[in-house]
């Protein structure tokens, strides 16, 4: 296999022409797949080893996307805070959007030499032996703990609650790794979930299993674990899962859960994990036998292609959520983060994580369930999207000047408070207040929200040098100003539009050989644009005042101050389960063991 001579600039990677033909491409290109599985849709994208140009894209949607109210296999409602996915999606990406993309690209497939992917995480899902997701066997298919738990399946909270609890009582030495708290999407706190309302699934599963290792499993027929996954979501640190002990404390048949159930061989990233089956080389019209690298989440995948991995360079992956990650030299304790662990980004260094539970997501809500009709009408006279007429209409109001301050928890929080059952709020509004006003207090209050993560960390000793953006809301440009003014730092952007699928394709370069690791991999093939924003004296100075009253707010009712939105999250569970309903719409969930903050010791509002 010849080696790619990777001396291009970034500058000359930047401004690559991606729409050459091959005919201009050299006999000896070799290339890669990079596959991004996204919460609504999966992205597959073809890249140049050499220097990392995309040639081409395929993109599949979920036809059963997300399932949050009902479930589609029978129409039976689902209760709050639930979020479902059907596995056999993923595979489907696999069939469509690979071809597409190879297609699109007119390379010779021959050429290609590996594959790799992301996933959103955590998503789990259980499985049987060969890795047969149980809502595939007949008589599961209509049982809601049958399918992929969403990263953002947040009814597991009672559940994360108790094993916070428990593990603070101990003081189980995993715990500060996680910031002292672990969330209620994770691996553990599903799973329990799962054992306490379906014990009879519980049972019949031999694997729970990240959606990130089963794809991969689908691709080459051996099931590996990534280290990234199991790290930050599985409760993975130096080698060990919480003990049988802690466990079988929290319910005696979730004693062998991590052994049982979860332990599996763990793959590196930027390793092999093996080859491309016969099976999904007919699939996705690739060569058998190709590299598949070992799994990885969409985040941390995206580092390396961001050129963003040295430490102090945190990377926010900016989409319906936010992950915010970051390497660093120094081990310490951030209070509220996801996790650090050794490794976890990039062999060598401390990968740090912490993140926003809902960002485009809230901005999708707000302009679906909010404005009105007649803003969907000027936004097509002006042939725009209800996005950019909404900021267009005022991104020039002077900062404050709509007399608004939001919290961006409708989907809870994840970072610094690690609590799913806050919800939204908005402070300010008046009789004149206007739809445009209340979409630019929800953009502010994402900003907000990741400036208490920065300085979270900047506390702790681990300071944040430079900030760097990537995913789809980049392309705001009214937004990223209003992150680079609210944190009075530069923000560097990503230089592509697939910003985790280039990461994947870098993993998978890596894994075929083309690279010795995923730094050299990600300085021949990652691209970024270096100070795209920099902050406004003026705005900053303002945005310093209403972030004073964002703190206020945060803190109150989000550390225990005033507990009406956990009180209003009971009553809301309360309403779903007295709501009449026929035999067609009850499904097997089990009693809800949740609590007011008040009675679990106010374990969410440590920070």
């Known amino acids: ?51 990392g140009a995309e040639l081409g894209i395929g993109t599949f949607v979920y036809p059963h996307a997300v399932m949050d109210t009902v479930l589609a296999s029978s129409g039976a409602a689902l209760p709050p805070d639930w979020a479902l996915q059907v596995p056999s999606d993923y595979v489907d990406v696999l069939k469509h959007a690979v071809p597409e993309a190879v297609s699109a690209s007119g390379i010779d497939v021959s050429r290609v030499i590996g594959i790799g992917t992301d996933f959103t995480a955590s998503s789990p899902m259980p499985v049987i032996a060969d890795g047969t997701p149980l809502n595939e066997l007949p008589e599961y298919a209509d049982r809601p703990h049958a399918y992929v738990k969403l990263w953002k399946h947040h009814a597991a909270q009672g559940q994360a609650d108790r094993i916070n609890r428990l593990a603070a009582e101990r003081k189980e030495k995993w715990l500060p790794r996680y910031g002292g708290l672990i969330s209620s999407e994770w691996e553990f706190a599903k799973g329990l979930q799962l054992l306490e309302e379906d014990p009879e699934l519980y049972e019949r599963m031999d694997h729970w ?38 466990l079988g404390a929290l319910n005696p048949g979730f004693a062998g859960f991590a052994a049982d ?65 970051m390497n660093s030299d120094v081990l310490t304790e951030v209070s509220g983060m996801c996790g650090v662990v050794d490794g976890g980004i990039v062999s060598g260094l401390y990968g740090y994580e912490a993140g926003q539970s809902g960002v485009g997501d809230i901005f999708a809500w707000y302009v679906k369930n909010q404005v009105p009709a007649r803003y969907f009408e ?72 990741t400036r208490k993560i920065v300085e979270t960390f900047n506390a702790s000793g681990v300071p944040v040098t430079e900030f760097v953006a990537a995913g789809g809301l980049v392309r705001n440009a009214c937004l990223m100003q209003i992150y680079s003014d609210v944190l009075r730092m530069p923000i560097s952007t990503i230089a592509s539009e697939q910003g985790p699928a280039l990461g994947s394709a870098i993993h998978a370069a890596v894994a075929a050989g083309a690279y010795a690791d995923v730094l050299e991999g990600g300085a021949a093939m990652g691209r970024v644009n270096r100070g795209a924003y920099t902050p406004n004296t003026a705005a900053a100075d303002a945005y310093d005042a209403l972030y004073a009253d964002y703190e206020i707010l945060h803190d109150y009712f989000g550390r225990g101050t005033n507990d009406v939105m956990h009180r209003l999250a009971a009553l809301r569970r309360a309403g779903f389960r007295t709501a009449p309903t026929g035999p067609e719409t009850t499904s097997p969930i089990g009693p809800d063991e949740r609590t007011s903050k008040t009675d679990r010791g106010d374990l969410a509002g440590r920070s």
């Open 378 to 449: 000027a936004a097509d006279a002006a042939g725009k999207s209800i996005h950019e007429h909404l900021t267009d209409l005022v991104k020039n109001q002077p900062v404050g000047g709509h007399g608004l301050i939001a919290l961006d928890w409708q989907s809870g929080n994840r970072s610094v408070l690690v609590d799913h059952e806050l919800s939204g709020l908005l402070v300010g509004t008046t009789l004149t207040t206007s739809p445009e006003e209340v979409y630019r207090a929800l953009l502010e209050a994402t900003a907000f929200g």
């Open 1 to 51: 296999m010849s080696l790619p001579t990777p001396g291009v600039t970034a500058d000359q990677r930047e401004t690559a022409d991606h729409s050459e033909t091959a005919e201009t491409r050299g006999a000896a290109d070799q290339y890669v797949i990079g596959i991004d599985f996204g919460t609504l849709s999966g992205r597959a994208v073809v890249v140049r080893v050499s220097d």
């Open 209 to 246: 299993v990240e959606a990130a290792d089963w794809i991969v499993w689908q691709l080459t027929g051996s099931y590996v674990r990534n280290a990234c996954t199991a790290g930050y979501k599985g409760i993975l640190q130096n080698g060990e899962y919480p003990t049988v002990d802690f």
């Open 261 to 325: 159930k979860v332990a599996h061989e763990i793959g590196q990233l930027g390793a092999a994990a093996g080859t491309l089956s016969a099976c999904a080389a007919e699939w996705t019209g690739l060569p058998e036998g190709i590299a598949v690298a070992v799994g990885n989440v969409d985040a941390h995948v995206t580092a390396p292609a961001a050129q963003a991995v040295e430490p102090g360079q945190m990377l926010a992956i900016m989409g319906t959520s936010t992950c915010h990650v």
